[in-house]
Structures are given as structure tokens and as C-alpha cells.
């Protein structure tokens, strides 16, 4: 209704300049869509998230009835598919709640709930007693819903046409949000004119039930009100709208639409948005923390339990002196710094701050709390700077590396997650592609949270970087920020910097701030016009101040996953060392297994200290300790190797019904979508968030914009023929394997790995090709092929001479026919010879599709561009189709395959990498190609023998774990360099790998971003993707909603991308919303 009157009003009055209305984006966007006459645009909205909720005395019923706004009846009923939603009086929601009316109300957070909870008291109820469920936490189907921005204000598109109607709508914007600056400020005087304006113009109180005319009924409602308007802040202004949210809502809003833009209904034109020279943000960390609730929240549900951080204080900080009108001013108790125990209910974490007496604590009372906190949370931070009196180093020391959130290793002991705020200042100088590579960047400060790890990890970027503070001279120091092509302030110190020092075009990242009271604001180290001198730079307030707090709980996520699925936490832990006992039932046992420990221990280069406890009838215990000799302390290779260790006991299987789910037949494609690049393509995030695309084609190209893209470009031979079995009866004859063999040679000079579909077959049979008669001899079993009986059946593994001169792809392509997966059960039609292979595939070998591979073009190649690309050839054999048949898939023996990779190719990635772009790889055998060549180039920097043998290279199943604790620090971009150290470009690195990559064990050293096909419930390729996904996402649970959504699976269904948890993609860092957008 209300945008038909904005329309109704525009059109009875063309000369108005503007004419603007209000409302909810979930009402606005589905309405347009339904009536684009209206000629309405989205310009800014006074809330970033809807208020909406569901009230209810207790828990939700299925069958209640839940009273709602009319025009809300059909959202509800989407969101609580369960209950019964019906249109209901707004004027007496919350009495007919209290009299049972209805079991459940729509309700604000804003005013109806704290009107319920005055209501209750005055009945004499405790208003405890109410629960509320807000919509956009409310998990319905997959995901929960996106409603987007509420209280938007929306304009006639005339107002958008001219100049001066763009001014007379601009300065309706800045009076509303000056307005609303100015209740934030001085809420009672907004209160006091608020009220004075409604007697002058003569409006009546509210008449309803959901309104209360008091001071504290009116301060709460504002302070929750205005807690939303501040989410609305980007840059220098309130009620900015932002492209990525307006596009999920959309997504969310109008799912069952097709070939939607995303910014439908939303302003392009820039009528309410900051300058482009700021680095904003706010809406960054707000994506941040919205992303870390979502991993809390998934990690609640898997776990039972919460993430949980202990934040330790000692003293009074004096930059938490102006800290309440910090929060008033700049940000709310769910998102603030100074509100760690409120960011943590609002997000899904359990938070515990404990404060100490800085007169009576000492170092062993610190100590003393920091050994409680570290056996029962996930992530201890401890608040710097701490007194003289205390012993900084020792009290640091104590917090492990696992549970390091404010990263105070990061620099030292190399902590797993980097301090808080220099994460924060670079997640906003990648978002924004500040290029530091190569440039000379100048860091003002050195403290050892901020300033340190900022040069460090600037350092580790490219830059050349020159560090500042109080020490240097003036001179100096303005020297060197006139030389600076980027400046990082960090010193908290208003007014160091000068403005006018800077190099014209600088960039600047302000992190220093000071509150001022005098001011009532927060300043900024530097001083002056910034705007004339610097290209770009980050304000304040707006920058990078409101990342520290997501990079927080995000790390404190992490540390949770991590935790929960490493197995170290059986081990008995002290500050100095970890100790097992495994109880064996015979001695026997016992020294087989430290005879494996110590095999491991040599690959690791850390030896566990061992020692057989014999218990008599009872059996033995094998006692176990780490610990690192030079360091005097607990470092992250003994966890490692404990971790290494546990994965070689027999105590922690791998149990495939845990990755299995139910394929139905109907979900299998038994032909490739038509035409090529027409399948649909399934999201999940970096953090584990799911989107649905109907079009591969249409986006892939879009979202991989920034990456360095590698394919596998092995071509498939038509590696199926028939056999005369001498009788006139003729079976199927499958290549399962060329090995090393080289398809472009003579049949009769090979032999060759193959399938007779027959358990008669023994060595010395000669069968028959029927087409060209050539005979077949079996030369060896190597014994029984499993296979399910709607696929043929059983059959014999066995090796083969082709008794033909023919070259073996000449001699398959006359004879022979696709190999098509058995599973499709359908011979092979004329356009599988096209289908079955990739537009780019080049190197004949391979027995079945690298099939992820299927879904690209000639022209989403051109779009990717040739720069962005690499190849490698790994050629796929049969054994991917073979399914785990036990229980414990380490036991499962892991199929070898051959890769030929062009030393050139490597190198391009190599410099990839080095240049900062993410490898996403197309395809599972890209992916172990890739992976096992990292492992392959430790094995050389570790001088394992026969590493350097570039044309016989091979990694066995689980090679990797104990690599992987001898230097975890080796980097892909030092591993690879080590592996092809010395040769020239054209130099082909030939191997076989064995690889087998695991879930809650395996660490990915290479691979970003994964696109790969739906796979098999009891495949290895089931165990790799849920490695990649990590712990927080269950990849049965995605493929089943999928499923639901009607994708196809297996080699000829449709594609997934997938991001490594905590790994974004550029594009999303960049904000581009890309569904039905080009490059």
C-alpha cells in the first residue's frame, strides 16, 4: 500500500521534486516484483535488520496459531511452515497474547516486546516468562531467512532523474539521518522535541496495547531503536544501503523467481552512498560477525555446546575510560569491543570476562586462572598491556597456541590466528585491493598487538615496510610518511601525523584512535585535511575500529572447530608437555603399534618418548609423552605429532556411514545438461553458508574473478571393448588403469591393467576383439573386480596384451566405445564422445572424466582469461568408481594415479600465489595433484630419498601425516619452488600418487576454492570434499537439501564450488553481487 500511494501522490503532483516513502524490504521487493509499474526505487533505510519477531509464552507448538499483520500472514507461514499464521488486530497484539488468544504474536523487538514485558508486570507475571524468536534467526529448511533492510525508505523514480530533484531527495536523507544523529547523541532532548512536536501538531497518543506513555518505556524503545539505526552507518553517513545484503535478501525473498537481478529495486545511481575515496568498515565486519554467529550457531548444533571465550583483565585499561559513550555513539552491545559478554549472547557464544585487582594480583594468581580457563574454553584472551608488576612473557607464555585468539604468539611462536586488529585493518585493505606488493609502506607505532604484527604481516604481503614511533626524530618521521605510497597508523596518539606530510596519493589506514572528551568524538592519529593529500583512506569513526571485535569471534570459531575435532584433547596436557596411554592386550600389540609411532616419528623429525608398562593378565600400557626440548613449552608440533599419532591408532576410525546419504535414483543424471554450462551450481561460503544458482554458466565466471583457475585437461579414451570368450559369447572388457603407459605407443608393447566381466578368467586365456580380431591375452589375476550387480556385476581384475601393432588410442578409438560410469546403466550414445570429455582436454590416458571439468565453455574460458588459467594432467583410473567397503575408510587401500605436470604450469601458479590470488581448482584430481606435489616437495626439502627422481615421483596413502608435523610452516610456494628447483619450463614433472585426504585430519595446503560435481555416498571423493568443507559443514546434509531442490548428481549433474572455511573469495571481499552479472 504504501508504495501505490508514493506512486498515486507522484503522478497527481509531477512538480514534486520527491516524493519518498517507508517500508520493510520484505514487503517492498516482492511487491515490485509484482507490480513494476509502481516506478519505486530503494534509496536508504533507518534499519540494517528487520525487527520482526514471533512472541510466545514458551515454545511453539506445531498446529498454534500465530496472530500476525495482514500483509505479513504469507511470510510468517514461509518461516513457521509448522504452525498456523493468521491476520489479526494490530491495536491489542499483546493482550490477546496474554489472554490466549493466539499462541503467538508478530512482534518489534523495538516497542512491542518491551511493551509486553510492562504489560506482564502490571498482571502481576514475570516478564521473563515471554520468549522471542527473531525472523532472521529462524532456521526454516536450510538457511535462515534474509529479510533485509526494514524502516527503508524508498523514492518515485523521478526523484532520481534531475539534479535538482536528486538534491531535494539528498537533503530529505541527510535532515532524517541528522535527525537520528542527534537522538543517538542526546536521547532524552530527542525524547523532550519528539513529544513537543506531537503537541504541536496536535497527535493523539498511541491507542493501543504495544505503547506506554513513560520516560523509561520511551528510553528503552529509544535505545533499542537507535542500536538499529547504527548498524546503518558505512563510511561517513547512516542509512547506507549495501548491494550485498539488498542481494541476499532478494535471493531469499523471491526464491521461487527466475532470472532475478539481485539489485532489483535498489538505487544504482548513488543518490545515498559515502565517497569512493573511504575504505568503510562497517559493513565488512558486519558480514564478519554475521559470518561468525553462523559458525557459532553451526558448531551449538553439532557439538551441543557453544564457542567460548575467556577474556582476562587486570587493572583498569585507561582506554576503556570513555568506553560506554563509545557504545552509545558508535556502535551497540552486540557488536562492541567494550561489550565482549553481550557480543557473545547475540552471537551465539559463551563469553566470561574476569576482572582483577591490579593491587593484589600477581604473576602466579594470573597464571593460576589462565591454567583453569585452558581446560574448559576454546579461545583466552588476555587484555594488554598488563602492570609492571607482572611478568608479561611468562603470563603470555601460558596461553596455548590452539587457544590463541588475540594471536600474541603470531609473531613469535607463529599462533595460528593473527592479532585481532591488524586481521582486521588487512581484511579492509584486501576488501578494498590496497596493493601493498612492492610499495614502500610506512607503520607508525610498534606496540606488540598492533604495530609489530601490522609490519609483519605487511612484510609477509610484499611491502617494504618502515616502521615509526615515538623514538624517531620529527624530521625523520616525516620523511619517511612523505615516502610512504601507503601509511598504517597505529600509534593511538591524535595529531602525530600531519596531513600535509603525506605523498600526494597516498593511501592511508587510520587503526590509532583516541577518544576526546572535550571533542565528544573519536580522533584519529592524523591531523589535517587527509581528503587533499591521500587517494584513499579509512575514517574515523568507520574504518577499521569495527573489525576488531568480528575478527575476535571469528577466530574464537575457529579455534572451536579445530579443538573439537582434533583428538589431543585425550591427551593429559601440562604447560610443558602432553602424555597418552593406549592399553594394548598383549605386548605383541604394543610394540607393533610404537614400532609404527617411531616410523612416523622419523618422517615427523619429533619423537615421541615411549615406554611399555606391562600389566600382567591385564595386557600392557604403552605411555606416550611429547614435548618440545628447546622451547621448554608445549609449541604446535607437539600437537601436531599427538595428532599424527592418533590418526595411526586404530582407536579413532573413519566411519563412512558418517558421509554417506541416501541417493535417490531419480537425482542421477544419466545425460549432461544441455547445452554445455547449463547445469545449476551449488555455493557454500567460506563460511559454510549455502546459495543456489540456476545457471553454471552464467556466474562461474564471476565468482572466480581473482582467482587463479587450474584444470586437469586428461582426456578420456574409449577405454571399453567387448571380448569373445570363445564360446560366441561376448562380455565387456574394461581398461581400468594405463599407469605410466603411454596411450601413443603400440599395443602389443604393453601391458595393461583391465576388467573381464567374467569370474571364469585365469592367466593364459586368449580372448578375442571381435571388431578387429586382435587377440587378448591375460597375463596375470590381480583378483576380483567388486561392483554392484545393477552395473554388471563382478568381473576379474586382471592384466592384458593387446595383440595389435596399432597404437593404443588408435586401436580404442576404432574398437572400443566411451566409459561412461557403470552406474548410468545405458550403453554409450555418439555425443558421449563429446560429452564425456572436457572443452579443453588435451592428453589422452584417462579411463573415466575428470568430470568437473564438464561444465565449462570455450567462452567461460575467455572470460576466466588465458593469465588466469594453469593445467596439469592427472590421468583418472577406474578405482575413482571403486566404493569403501569398510567401515573404517583407513583401511580402504587408496587407488594410485599418474600426473604429468608441465614445469612451466607450476611456476605460473607458483607466481599466482605469490602475487596473493587463491588457486581454485577444478575437479577432485586436480586437487589431489595438487595437494600431493606440495607433500612431494617436502619430501625434497626434508632430503627423503628418492625425492629427487622428477620422472619417478610418488607419495603413498598417508605419507602425508607424518610430513606434516616434521615443518608445518613450509609453505606451497616453498614446497613447489623446491620441487622443480633447476629445471627449465618445459621440463614435465612425472609421478604417481597415492594420496588419500581425510576428514578432521587433513590440513589443505594448496587448494582455496574446490568446483567439483555432486559425489557418490560411499566414495573417498565423499571424505575429501567434507575435508575441504571442514568440520562445521556436513556435506551429507547440503546434498540432501540439494537433492530436495531437484539437482542432478554424479559425473553428468551439476556442479558445486566450494570455499576452504575462512578463505573468501575475491569477489565476495570485493562485494559484488554476481548472480546474472558479467564480468
Not at 608488576?389 to 611468562?394: C, M, V
Not at 550387480?789 to 580404442?812: A, K, M, P, T, Y
Not at 600418487?993 to 574446490?1010: G, R
Request: proline residues 4%; aromatic residues 8%.
Amino acid at each position: 500500500e504504501e508504495a501505490a500511494r508514493v506512486r498515486s501522490f507522484q503522478n497527481a503532483n509531477p512538480s514534486t521534486l520527491a516524493t519518498l516513502g517507508s517500508v520493510e524490504q520484505n514487503i517492498f521487493t516482492p511487491t515490485l516484483y509484482d507490480d513494476p509499474s509502481l516506478n519505486v526505487t530503494a534509496v536508504a533505510s533507518m534499519f540494517r535488520r528487520s525487527p520482526l519477531c514471533v512472541a510466545s509464552l514458551g515454545s511453539l507448538k506445531d498446529g498454534d496459531v500465530i496472530g500476525a499483520h495482514e500483509d505479513t500472514v504469507e511470510l510468517l507461514q514461509r518461516i513457521f511452515p509448522k504452525q498456523k499464521v493468521v491476520a489479526s488486530p494490530r491495536g491489542t497484539k499483546n493482550t490477546d497474547l496474554l489472554d490466549g488468544t493466539y499462541q503467538g504474536i508478530q512482534a518489534y523487538t523495538t516497542t512491542e516486546i518491551p511493551a509486553l514485558h510492562h504489560l506482564m508486570e502490571s498482571r502481576g507475571m514475570d516478564p521473563n516468562a515471554v520468549t522471542f524468536q527473531v525472523l532472521e534467526d529462524v532456521v526454516s529448511g536450510s538457511a535462515a531467512p534474509q529479510l533485509g533492510y526494514s524502516q527503508m525508505l524508498f523514492a518515485a523514480n523521478e526523484a532520481l532523474e534531475s539534479t535538482d530533484r536528486r538534491a531535494a531527495a539528498n537533503a530529505f536523507l541527510a535532515a532524517t539521518f541528522d535527525g537520528w544523529q542527534y537522538a543517538i547523541r542526546n536521547p532524552d532532548e530527542a525524547i523532550e522535541a519528539v513529544s513537543e512536536a506531537q503537541k504541536m501538531l496536535k497527535l493523539d497518543d498511541e491507542s493501543n496495547d504495544h505503547w506506554y506513555d513513560s520516560l523509561s518505556f520511551k528510553r528503552e524503545m529509544l535505545a533499542l531503536t537507535t542500536n538499529h539505526v547504527k548498524e546503518t552507518f558505512v563510511g561517513d553517513r547512516l542509512g547506507v544501503l549495501s548491494p550485498n545484503r539488498w542481494s541476499k535478501a532478494t535471493e531469499w525473498l523471491l526464491q521461487d523467481k527466475k532470472d532475478v537481478d539481485p539489485l532489483f529495486g535498489l538505487d544504482q545511481t548513488s543518490l545515498w552512498t559515502p565517497p569512493a575515496n573511504l575504505l568503510n568498515g562497517n559493513e565488512l565486519a558486519r558480514e564478519a560477525l554475521e559470518d561468525a554467529k553462523f559458525s557459532a550457531v553451526k558448531f551449538e548444533k553439532t557439538y551441543g555446546r557453544k564457542p567460548s571465550l575467556a577474556v582476562i583483565t587486570v587493572g583498569e585499561l585507561a582506554r576503556y575510560e570513555h568506553s560506554q559513550r563509545r557504545v552509545q555513539l558508535y556502535s551497540n552491545p552486540s557488536n562492541s569491543w567494550f561489550t565482549k559478554t553481550d557480543v557473545g549472547k547475540s552471537n551465539g557464544f559463551d563469553v566470561t570476562e574476569i576482572n582483577l585487582d591490579e593491587t593484589t594480583t600477581t604473576t602466579d594468581a594470573l597464571l593460576s586462572e589462565i591454567y583453569k580457563k585452558r581446560e574448559n574454553v576454546d579461545g583466552i584472551q588476555v587484555m594488554w598491556p598488563l602492570p609492571e608488576s607482572i611478568d608479561s612473557a611468562k603470563v603470555y607464555n601460558a596461553v596455548p597456541l590452539d587457544k590463541d585468539v588475540d594471536g600474541i604468539h603470531y609473531t613469535g611462536w607463529g599462533s595460528k590466528y593473527p592479532p585481532v586488529t591488524p586481521a582486521g585493518a588487512w581484511e579492509l585493505m584486501k576488501a578494498n585491493n590496497v596493493d601493498v606488493q612492492g610499495k614502500h609502506v610506512v607503520v607508525v607505532g610498534r606496540s606488540p598487538i598492533v604495530g609489530h604484527p601490522m609490519a609483519h604481516m605487511l612484510r609477509e604481503a610484499g611491502a617494504m615496510v618502515s616502521v615509526a614511533h615515538t623514538g624517531v626524530d620529527k624530521d625523520t618521521f616525516q620523511g619517511l610518511v612523505g615516502q610512504a605510497d601507503v601509511v598504517v597508523t597505529c600509534a593511538g596518539s591524535p595529531g602525530c601525523v600531519q596531513a600535509s606530510w603525506l605523498k600526494d596519493g597516498a593511501e592511508v589506514v587510520n587503526i590509532g584512535t583516541t577518544f576526546c572528551e572535550k571533542a565528544d568524538a573519536l580522533l584519529s592519529d592524523v591531523e589535517g585535511d587527509i581528503e587533499s593529500k591521500a587517494a584513499r583512506y579509512s575514517p574515523v569513526p568507520g574504518g577499521v575500529g569495527p573489525l576488531s571485535i568480528p575478527m575476535l569471534f571469528r577466530n574464537v570459531a575457529n579455534a572451536a572447530w579445530e579443538q573439537q575435532s582434533s583428538s589431543t584433547d585425550k591427551w593429559e596436557q601440562s604447560p610443558a608437555t602432553l602424555r597418552k596411554n593406549i592399553h594394548f592386550a598383549s605386548y605383541t600389540e604394543a610394540l607393533q603399534f610404537a614400532k609404527k609411532v617411531d616410523e612416523l616419528s622419523t618422517i615427523m623429525d619429533h619423537h615421541a618418548n615411549m615406554k611399555i608398562v606391562h600389566k600382567c593378565v591385564n595386557g600392557v600400557d604403552l605411555e606416550m609423552e611429547l614435548f618440545s626440548f628447546e622451547a621448554k613449552e608445549l609449541t604446535q608440533k607437539d600437537f601436531d605429532a599427538a595428532r599424527a599419532i592418533d590418526l595411526v591408532y586404530a582407536g579413532n576410525p573413519i566411519n563412512m556411514k558418517d558421509y554417506s546419504y541416501n541417493l535417490q535414483q531419480e537425482s542421477i543424471a544419466l545425460f549432461p545438461a544441455e547445452p554445455r554450462g547449463s547445469s545449476k551450481l551449488l555455493r557454500v561460503n567460506s563460511n559454510g553458508q549455502v546459495s543456489y544458482f540456476e545457471h553454471f554458466g552464467n556466474n562461474i565466471s564471476s565468482l572466480l574473478e581473482g582467482c587463479h583457475v587450474v584444470f586437469n585437461n586428461s582426456r578420456v579414451l574409449d577405454a571399453r571393448l567387448a571380448v569373445d570368450l570363445g564360446d560366441g559369447n561376448e562380455v565387456e572388457l574394461m581398461l581400468l588403469d594405463l599407469g605410466n603407459v603411454d596411450p601413443a605407443l603400440p599395443c602389443s608393447d604393453h601391458r595393461i591393467q583391465a576388467m573381464i566381466r567374467s569370474d571364469k578368467v585365469k592367466v593364459g586365456d586368449v580372448y578375442s576383439e571381435p571388431v578387429s580380431g586382435a587377440k587378448v591375452e591375460v597375463m596375470d589375476m590381480r583378483g576380483i573386480w567388486e561392483e554392484e550387480e545393477e552395473s554388471g556385476g563382478n568381473g576379474s581384475d586382471c592384466v592384458v596384451r593387446i595383440h595389435s601393432n596399432d597404437v593404443i588410442s588408435d586401436f580404442l578409438s576404432v574398437n572400443g566405445s566411451v566409459p561412461i560410469p557403470p552406474y548410468l546403466h545405458r550403453e554409450a550414445v555418439e555425443s558421449d564422445k563429446e560429452r564425456y570429455n572436457n572443452v579443453y582436454a588435451k592428453d589422452g590416458g584417462s579411463v573415466a572424466a575428470p568430470t568437473a571439468g564438464l561444465h565449462f565453455t570455450d567462452e567461460s574460458l575467455d572470460e576466466l582469461g588465458e593469465s588466469n588459467i594453469s593445467s596439469l594432467t592427472l590421468h583418472v583410473g577406474a578405482g575413482t568408481f571403486m566404493p569403501v567397503r569398510s567401515e573404517d575408510a583407513r583401511e580402504h587401500a587408496m587407488h594410485a594415479e599418474h600426473f604429468y605436470v608441465n614445469v612451466g604450469e607450476l611456476r605460473s601458479i607458483v607466481k599466482a600465489m605469490e602475487a596473493g590470488k587463491p588457486i581454485a581448482v577444478v575437479g577432485t584430481t586436480s586437487t589431489r595433484t595438487l595437494e600431493s606435489l606440495y607433500w612431494l616437495g617436502v619430501k625434497r626439502l626434508r632430503g627423503i630419498s628418492g625425492s629427487d627422481d622428477t620422472k619417478q615421483l610418488e607419495l603413498g596413502q598417508f605419507e602425508w601425516r607424518g610430513l606434516s608435523v616434521a615443518d608445518p610452516s613450509i609453505t606451497a610456494v616453498t614446497s613447489f619452488k623446491a620441487l622443480i628447483d633447476g629445471m627449465s619450463d618445459d621440463e614435465i614433472l612425472i609421478g604417481q600418487t597415492s594420496l588419500m585426504i581425510t576428514p578432521n585430519s587433513y590440513n589443505f595446503k594448496v587448494i582455496d576454492h574446490l568446483v567439483t560435481n555432486f559425489h557418490a555416498p560411499d566414495s573417498t571423493l565423499m571424505l575429501l570434499v567434507s575435508a575441504f568443507l571442514g568440520k562445521q559443514n556436513d556435506v551429507t546434509t547440503i546434498y540432501e537439501e540439494a537433492q530436495n531442490r531437484g539437482y542432478r548428481f554424479l559425473s553428468f549433474g551439476d556442479a558445486c564450488l566450494f570455499s576452504r572455511p575462512g578463505v573468501q573469495l575475491p569477489s565476495e571481499r570485493k562485494e559484488v553481487v554476481l548472480r546474472n552479472i558479467k564480468t
